[in-house]
Structures are given as C-alpha cells and as structure tokens.
C-alpha cells in the first residue's frame, strides 16, 4: 500500500506529481491511500509524496480542467476517484468524453458543486467594516461547502483592488493589504464584527439593483439557501421589495420617463445617466443571466468621436468599463500613437453583456451572435441620439454589423468614410485583440500602425 500524503486540501499540483509518478510506476488505484492536510496522518511511516518521475505523460486538456476542480471538492475520496480515472483514461483516452460513464459523471457533479460553491462566495460573501491603526479594513465571514478560498482569492483581489480586506473562513482565512496576499489559520464566527455602516451600503446598493420585472422567489431561495441568508444584510429588504414589486415597476417606467424629459429638456448629461442606468438592468437578450453586469458606453456626452467595440472581454464584465483588457492597452496605445485623448471620444461596444463560455475556472469569449448584436442595438440607438458624433468608428466585424445593421466586410470598407443610416461618417477598422492574436511580430507591427493610421484618418474627419 502506499500512502500520498499531500501539502493541502487543495493541493492540485501536489495531486498531479504524485498521480503521474504513480501512474508511471504503474501503481493501480487500489495500492494508494490518499491523505491532505492535517487529516491525521494514519501512515505516517510509509507516506509519501511523490517525486516527479521522468517520463512521457500526456493527458487530455479537459481531464486537467476537470481535475483542478474537482481536487477543491470536501468529499475525502475525490483524490483516489480521480486517481483511478485517470489510470482508465491511459488505456482509454475516449472516456474523457464518455458522458455515460458513472465515474465521470461523478466527478462532473463534483466539479458542478465546486463550481457553484464559487459562485455563492462571490454572489453572497459580505464585508463589514472596522478600523485598525492603517485605517479602514474590510472583514467578511464566509463559510464554504468545499475547499474554494484560496482558489476564489484571485477574484476578489482584482475586484477590491484597492480596500484593504481579510476573508475568515473556518479552514483559512485570506488578507490582502493592496498589494500581497498573505494566508492565516482558519477562524470562527466571532472573530468576524457584525453590522456596519457597510451593511448600509449593501442595502442601498441591492435596493437599487433589485429588479421587480425578475422577482421569482423560488429562484431566489434556490439561489440563496438559508445559510446564506443570516450573513445578508439585505435578505431583510426582500419582502418589503417583493411587496413594492408593482410600484417599483412604475418606477422603472418612471425613469425612462424621466429620461424622454431629460432629453426634450437638452439635458444630455442627465438623459445619458438614466440611459446607463436603465441599461443596468437590461435582460433585452438571455446574455444578463452569466454576466456580472451591464456595460455601459463612457466617455463625454458631447464626444465628437465615438468608437465602438465588440462586447465586453473578462476583465470589462469586471470593472464595469468598456476596453479596460489587454485589448483596450492595445487600443489605449493606439490613440495615443494617433494623438486622440482617449478622455474626449466616446467608447461603447455593440454588446453590452460579456458573452462566454466557461472552461474550468476559465471564462472564454464568445462571438456574439446576430440575435444578441440586434437585441442590443436598441441601447447604442439611444447613446447616438444622446451624443450624436460626427465620427464614428467601428472596431471590427460585429460593430460594423451593429452600425449598419447588416453584415459587412472590414477589408471592403476599411480606409474611407461611410454614411451611416442615422446619420455621421463611420470608419471601419479591425478590432483590436486581432492585432494580439497575429502571430508573427513583424506582421503584428505592421497591421498595428495601420489600425493606428485608421484612427488618425477618423479622428481627424
Ligand atoms: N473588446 C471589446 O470589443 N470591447 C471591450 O470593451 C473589451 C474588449
């Protein structure tokens, strides 16, 4: 028997060394005992942790993916079931994509489960507020199903960026000071404060995002378990909302009166704000479901030039703004190269949810489709009429297809003005992440001055 005894609960890598040293010694699954943490170390003399071995080894990306996820399961077996999986798929590579088989389906609904207990951290973790002698810090209590804290870290370190908070959970708990993450033991109710001003916040915030037109309460307790529920500030709210749904309701068609005033008034500024705000709770299109928000156009509302990309990319769907990815370094350097101050042109996308597919922890773009680019055509109609450029450019195929309602090609209308049918010129140019996708460096350079060329023209129509 041997015995692997591994660094952590969630020790991926340290799973992976020891089941391909395994595998290449030709240790069937029955022979392993697996262990992680402090789990009582019931072999302590034999345990193990494999080497490396030398060797080839080589296994479908999909397993890996898979893999990663399932390691962060609670179930004690989840080692050993992948261990014994992997050991089949050597001989059978197929059954990676065997849906009837029982082992793998098992571990897909590990996988699921892991996946979903991510997504509550992220939908119902909240931060309370205290001081310590820096300042301001942020403290949540959190209590997982599964071995998701430092896996989930990453993501709330880009999205508090800038606050200083801890997250305590049972099994470790997770500081960031702005710049480093570091980890300490687990931690207990106790030790995280209770309500604060914070609290406030939350509520004010889910108030305004509460949608009356999408109140579906069985979802909602679905979504929501009661465990959760203690932790929420604003579940307290949900009643008295559900109750106002109608009122809200009228008060949904309030704004966009509001709005039409804003407008017959010359308050473009203010029109523009309803807009945005209106948008926020767009579902025009099945997109808001896996989206984490709405992303509006930015810019002045009397920008001469508006640009428009395609829909947002990770990192957008995150901070809320349009082109803030490596896409938008890509067009930011571009504006400066073509002398546009990127603070006095209007930046918006054809789509305002960011479409994916998720891969593991992974969430890869998807081309949005001509059902989706047309159900949001209705939002940039309005930011035109608002800001009304002379100039426009569209940043690859499906802006195009957006400003001129029908499918064209970039290398048929690139380098000269078009009309377009709500009046203005439109350039049209490549998106921007076609240039990081070019391959070789001196191809990349050349197509990047002529994007840079193509801003210039436009800019100074
Ligand atoms: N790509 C786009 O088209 N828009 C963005 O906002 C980001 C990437």
Not at 232 to 255: C, D, H, K, Y
Not at 339 to 349: E, H, I, K
Not at 365 to 384: F, L, M, N, V, Y
Request: charged share 25%.
């Amino acid at each position: 028997m041997r015995a692997v005894h591994l660094a952590a609960e969630d020790d991926f890598e340290g799973w992976r060394d020891a089941a391909r040293s395994l595998a290449l010694a030709a240790v069937p699954p029955g022979d392993v005992v697996w262990q992680a943490g402090d789990n009582g170390d019931l072999f302590a003399d034999e345990a193990v942790r494999e080497a490396p071995a030398d060797g080839q080894f080589s296994v479908p990306r999909a397993f890996v993916d898979l893999a990663r996820d399932v390691v962060l399961h609670s179930d004690p077996q989840r080692f050993a079931l992948l261990y014994a999986f992997l050991w089949r798929l050597r001989a059978e590579p197929g059954l990676i994509a065997d849906a009837a088989d029982p082992l793998r389906r098992r571990l897909e609904e590990f996988a699921k489960q892991v996946r979903r207990d991510i997504h509550k951290m992220r939908a119902f973790l909240r931060f309370r507020e205290v001081a310590d002698e820096e300042g301001p810090r942020f403290v949540a209590w959190f209590e997982p199903e599964h071995h998701i804290v430092r896996a989930n870290a990453g993501f709330f370190m880009r999205r508090f960026a800038s606050m200083r908070w801890s997250i305590l959970t049972p099994e470790v708990s997770v500081h960031w000071d702005g710049a480093t993450l570091t980890e300490g033991p687990g931690a207990t109710k106790g030790d995280a404060p209770e309500g604060d001003p914070v609290e406030n916040t939350w509520r004010t915030y889910y108030a305004s995002i509460f949608n009356p037109a999408r109140v579906k309460v069985g979802a909602m307790l679905k979504e929501m378990p009661k465990k959760y529920w203690k932790n929420m500030p604003e579940t307290a709210l949900v009643p008295g909302l559900i109750a106002n749904a109608q009122a809200r309701e009228s008060g949904m068609i309030a704004a966009a009166e509001e709005k039409i005033a804003a407008v017959a008034g010359g308050n473009s500024q203010g029109a523009w704000a309803a807009l945005r705000q209106e948008a926020a709770g767009c579902t025009r299109c099945h997109l808001y479901k896996d989206a984490t928000q709405t992303v509006f156009g930015e810019g002045p509302v009397d920008a001469r030039v508006m640009f428009v990309g395609e829909q947002p990319g990770d990192q957008e769907d995150l901070a809320g703004k349009p082109f803030v990815g490596p896409a938008g370094q890509v067009f930011d350097r571009a504006l400066a190269q073509a002398g546009v101050d990127r603070s006095t042109v209007y930046v918006t996308n054809a789509v305002k949810h960011f479409k994916f597919e998720q891969r593991g922890k992974r969430r890869i773009h998807s081309k949005p489709q001509g059902p989706e680019i047309d159900a949001c055509r209705w939002w940039i109609d309005q930011e035109r009429v608002l800001i009304r450029p002379p100039v426009t450019v569209a940043l690859g195929a499906t802006a195009a297809r957006s400003l001129f309602g029908k499918v064209v090609t970039i290398s048929g209308m690139r380098g000269r003005p078009h009309d377009l049918p709500d009046g203005g010129k439109a350039w049209v140019t490549v998106h921007p992440s076609y240039l990081l996708r070019l391959p070789d460096k001196a191809a990349a350079e050349e197509e990047f001055a002529r994007f840079v060329e193509d801003i210039r023209q436009a800019a100074v129509a």
